[in-house]
């Protein structure tokens, strides 16, 4: 039993290696690309709109509700970076379903590559918000001797994000292997349906935590303009 797509290797030429981990990254990430070509090529405005359309519609719609629930803030700014990471990793997830596909989710270097990600995006848009300054001034706040522990937080929530979603994908792996080692004709479609149903709520999760950093920062700043106008005020 393999317990990490890394371990399936296809191809290796010296340091070069490709193995299932990459080989069905690229596999999800062309499947979204491609899918969103063929349904955005021919949007409309009118009153018919494709059923494709239709779907994604109600996909983007949901992920703008949302995204704007949990900020609290204007949800087009985020949609780009959260909607993808949504929908990478819940199609990652779905498609364990089909016979030989290997979940990239399954192997720690594809959560620690999103979660780095996450770690970068939230100074990023730290920065668009706030500014340089105004970013960078809440690392040594309310003094700054916090200034170490406020960096291992970041750094350590960020490894917390990747280890989460890779031991859920991990452990499900693991129990519907031994499952159906004991029974292989009743467990099967249970265990799919209940591993398709756990991706579904891990790429959720993790998407919800991603905007929850990334938010935070033009968050606190809005709070600080507030207090800033109450007490000129």
């Known amino acids: 039993m393999e317990i990490s797509p890394d371990q399936i290797v296809y191809w290796e030429w010296g340091v070069v290696t490709i193995n ?3 080989v069905f990254s690229w596999v999800t990430m062309g499947m979204l690309a491609g899918g969103s070509w063929l ?3 021919n949007l409309t405005t009118g009153p018919s709109p494709t059923r494709w359309q239709n779907l994604l519609e109600v996909v983007v719609e949901s992920i703008l509700d949302q995204i704007e629930a949990a900020s609290l803030q204007n949800p087009r700014r985020y949609l780009p970076f959260v909607g993808t990471l949504f929908l990478f990793i819940v199609t990652c997830n779905a498609l364990d379903i089909i016979p030989g596909f290997e979940p990239p989710t399954a192997s720690l270097a594809t959560p620690g590559a999103l979660a780095l990600c996450v770690f970068v995006a939230v100074p990023v848009y730290g920065i668009i918000n706030r500014g340089v300054k105004g970013y960078f001034t809440h690392y040594v706040r309310p003094t700054p001797f916090m200034l170490p522990f406020n960096i291992i937080g970041e750094v350590s929530r960020t490894i917390a994000l990747a280890i989460r979603l890779f031991g859920n994908i991990m452990s499900g792996n693991l129990i519907a292997a031994i499952l159906l080692s004991l029974a292989p004709l009743f467990f099967p479609a249970v265990m799919q349906a209940f591993g ?3 991706g579904v709520i891990q790429a959720y999760v ?3 935590l991603a905007l929850v950093y990334i938010a935070s ?3 606190v700043q809005q709070e600080e303009s507030t207090e800033s106008k109450d007490v000129q005020t």
């Open 20 to 22: 299932a981990t990459l």
């Open 217 to 219: 920062g033009a968050r």
């Open 206 to 208: 993790f998407a919800i």
């Open 39 to 41: 349904v955005t090529r």
């Open 196 to 198: 398709l149903l756990i």
